[in-house]
């Protein structure tokens, strides 16, 4: 996991995604907005 980030962002990757397992390895840190869609779906 640790080279799959290294190797990201050395290329500029913002987002890797795992597509055997749909998971999302590397991602840009920052504000989680579900909450703030949860509130205006009325979730």
Do not use: C, F, W
């Not at 913002?14 to 840190?29: K, T």
């Amino acid at each position: 996991m640790d080279a799959v980030t290294a190797v990201g962002a050395e290329q500029g990757y913002v987002y890797v995604l795992d597509e055997s397992s749909n998971v999302i390895l590397v991602r840009p840190s920052g504000h989680d907005l579900l909450p703030a869609a949860k509130l205006r779906l009325g979730i």
